[in-house]
């Protein structure tokens, strides 16, 4: 089983998108933090079965909501580096990789 193992910057990420989900209706910001849990799980399990992204990472795409989980397998680790909405800047991840 492979560890998830997480930038810094993903909490803040979520955190944002969670209250901007809350304000629209009250719960729904729930059901995005749900997803993006089953998304980890779904991407430990079958790590390979996402779409190549630039630089050696992959891209999970969320079924509910406009977002990509941007993430980077590395030996027995799953690296995330950020949870990206799919239509707004998304290229802001790479300047995580310095």
Known sequence: MQNL???PDVATDIKHSYRWYEEQNAGLGED???EIE??????ID???AWAPFPYGF???LLSRFPYS???KIEEDTIYI???MHNSRKPGFWLERLT
């Open 81 to 83: 580096v950020a949870i």
């Open 46 to 48: 079958f790590p390979k």
């Open 5 to 7: 193992r997480f930038h």
């Open 69 to 71: 989980i941007i993430y």
């Open 32 to 34: 995005f933090i749900e």
């Open 38 to 43: 089953n998304s980890y799980q779904a991407i």
């Open 58 to 60: 992959r891209r999970y």
